[in-house]
Every structure is written in structure tokens, then in C-alpha cells.
């Protein structure tokens, strides 16, 4: 593992790195066992390199200040502390390729690489600028564990097909509306103590996103209704053929749906309509002009005998059939403090 080589400071060569891996190690040089030595200055590095007699074949200075972390480095320790973050200072710390030029100068092959602690770098230097293959350069901080120092791409590879399948294994077997939104592949299961399921540490799911390529809407209700879904799902745009509750909705949400497109489009619509056509496209068609919307409600006359109310037939009828009955009465026995009058009355 080494550091980037290059006297720029920017993101490539304060926090990226290079891997080398040789198939073959026959023949390579080890690091392991190099002699060390803590970073005291330019000059006595300078002095011991250039020691014809006693310079080393293989040295390591540990604890190099980085030129190219200090700012961010002092930045994050001041934030941290509770400090204003100190304006940046020119000159701090030392440039790896300075390193390298001045072993080139002496006749030694310079390699960098991490420190154990943020903000320093190693330099090995190995007598002979031909020497091409090395090991045990860097070394791990001992409380690191075994997490991987990079990324595997490949290994997410199969999770977009592994969904889809699961996504159209599901679709047949439970209704749309059943099936997940939004799917997460963990290589593993994160597991407490107890041996039972961390369920804070599991990762949120994504958002929902598209799930067809998106055409556009092609008339004016598949535009309404697209731009419906999106903002009733909370989404930057959706296509045509895009599902409802593929992306997310629910049947709360194609209330509101349903809601705002008989207003919008003016068509009588119901919540069993998104069910069945839970796309754009679909849904427009059931919206067309053979589906007028229900009357709009208007103030009507007072009648002389106002009706009664579906509740009151249902008490009335309920009297007529059981008789006089006390099951909905309500004893109340009001308090007062000041004396108060009663008048009893009579039948009506």
C-alpha cells in the first residue's frame, strides 16, 4: 500500500492510495526488518544517506509529518475541540516527493506509506534505484482488525439481478400492493450479543426510484398524473409506466392520490381504480371522458319536516320492537354547591 506520488495537494493525493500486489514473490525484498528511525529532520536523514560507509541498505523513518494532510488534519482537531478553524499554514510538514528526490540523490529508492497515526506517512528507503519488488511495506495499526482496505465492486455485481428475481418471484405470488418497495442484499446479518438481530444496525433502505426506463407522458391526463405520483411519493419525476406501489405508495398515499386526481382532472375515480391500474398510462385511460366525475354537491331547500337520519330510524326502530328500555340512557347526577330548585315534570 503507497501513498500517491505528486506534489499537487488535492483529494487524489491526500486520501488515495495505490495497492501493488506481485503473483510472484521470489526475489523481492523485504521491509519487514528494516532499520528505524523517528522523524528528526531533513538534515540528519541527509547525513546518514550520505555516510558512505555506514549507510544503510534498508532504513525506515517512521512518524513523517504530511504536508499534504496538515491543514485538513488541523481543521478536524480544532472542529473537534470546539476551536475556530485556524487559517491555513503554508510549509507544514514535509512533501513525500522531497523524500524521494533527495534518496534519489543518494542512491536509494524511496516508498511511502500510511503511519499508524493520521497525519504521518512512512518512508522506506532501499540502496538501489533497479530494486522492484518489495514486501511488508506498510503496517497496519494493531487496533484495526481485519477490515478490508478496499472496496469490492464486484462483489455487489449480482444484487440488480438478485432483486428483480425476487421482485418477479414476489409479484406472482402476493398482490402489487404486497410487494417491497425497496429491497437491501447485506452480506450478512448484523447480530448483538445475545445472538439475536441488531435491528439498529441495520442500513435504511434507499430510496425508491424508478423502475422502468420512464417514458414520458404522451397526453395531458398521463402528464397530470406523472407528476401526481411524484409528488404524492415524493420524488423528482416519474415515467408513465412506472408503479405506484412499486415505488413506494401505499394505501394511505393513493387516498390522497385518488383525491387530488378527481380534482385535477376532473373524472370520477376510486381507490379500487389504482389498484387495478396503478401506472400513469392506465390510470388516464380509466380517467377518460366516459368516466365523469360525480356531481359537484349544492346548497338544497329546508323542507317543512326535515327527514330523520339513518341513526334515529335505527333508534326509532329498535324502541318499537323492544319497548321502553334503558340501554341508551345515560344516568347523570349533576353537583351544585348553591341551592337549587327542582321542578319535576309530568308526561307529555
Known amino acids: 500500500m503507497r501513498t500517491k506520488a505528486g506534489r499537487h495537494h488535492n483529494e487524489l493525493t491526500r486520501y488515495r ?24 529532520g531533513p538534515g540528519e536523514l541527509a547525513a546518514l ?82 530494486c522492484s519488488r518489495t514486501t511488508g511495506l506498510h503496517r497496519p495499526r494493531p487496533d484495526r482488525g481485519a477490515a478490508p482496505y478496499a ?6 455485481r449480482g444484487n440488480g439481478a438478485l432483486v428483480r428475481r425476487l421482485r418477479e418471484d414476489l409479484g406472482q405470488r402476493l398482490p402489487g400492493y404486497m410487494v417491497p418497495a425497496a429491497f437491501v442484499v447485506l452480506p450478512a446479518l448484523p447480530m448483538n450479543a445475545n445472538g439475536k438481530l441488531d435491528v439498529r444496525a441495520l ?3 434507499g430510496p425508491p426510484v424508478a423502475l422502468s426506463a420512464g417514458r414520458g407522458p404522451r397526453t395531458a391526463a398521463e402528464e397530470v398524473l406523472c407528476r401526481l405520483f411524484a409528488e404524492v411519493l415524493g420524488l423528482p419525476r416519474t415515467g408513465a409506466e ?52 360525480r356531481p359537484v354537491p349544492e346548497p ?5 319536516r326535515i327527514p330523520l337520519s339513518a341513526a334515529q330510524r335505527r333508534l326509532w326502530l329498535v324502541e318499537r320492537i323492544t319497548g321502553d328500555g334503558v ?13 337549587s330548585t327542582w321542578t319535576p315534570c309530568g308526561p307529555r
Not at 21 to 40: N, Q, S
Not at 254 to 261: F, G
Open 17 to 40: 492510495y495505490d495497492v501493488v500486489l506481485y503473483e510472484d514473490t521470489a526475489g523481492a525484498v523485504g521491509l519487514e526488518d528494516a532499520p528505524e528511525l523517528g522523524w528528526t
Open 49 to 130: 544517506l550520505g555516510a558512505a560507509e555506514h549507510a544503510p541498505e534498508r532504513l525506515r523513518v517512521r512518524r513523517v509529518p504530511d504536508a499534504r494532510t496538515a491543514g485538513d488534519l488541523a481543521v478536524l482537531r480544532a472542529v473537534e475541540a470546539g476551536r475556530t478553524p485556524p487559517a491555513p499554514a503554508a510549509g507544514t510538514g514535509v512533501e513525500p516527493d522531497g523524500l524521494r528526490e533527495l534518496g534519489k540523490s543518494h542512491g536509494y529508492r524511496v516508498l511511502t506509506t500510511w503511519s499508524e497515526e493520521p497525519g504521518f506517512f512512512d518512508a522506506v528507503f532501499v540502496r538501489g534505484a533497479r
Open 151 to 156: 472496496s469490492a465492486p464486484a462483489a455487489n
Open 203 to 205: 442500513p435504511d433502505a
Open 242 to 293: 412506472d408503479d405506484f406501489f412499486g415505488l413506494g405508495g401505499h394505501s394511505l398515499l393513493a387516498t390522497r392520490l385518488i383525491s387530488r386526481a378527481r380534482t385535477e382532472l376532473g373524472a370520477e375515480l376510486a381507490i379500487r381504480d389504482l389498484f387495478e391500474a396503478p401506472t400513469p398510462e392506465a390510470l388516464a385511460l380509466r380517467a377518460g371522458p366516459g368516466r365523469p366525475a
Open 300 to 304: 338544497a331547500g329546508r323542507p317543512a
Open 327 to 339: 340501554a341508551y340512557n345515560f344516568p347523570w347526577c349533576p353537583g351544585s354547591a348553591a341551592p
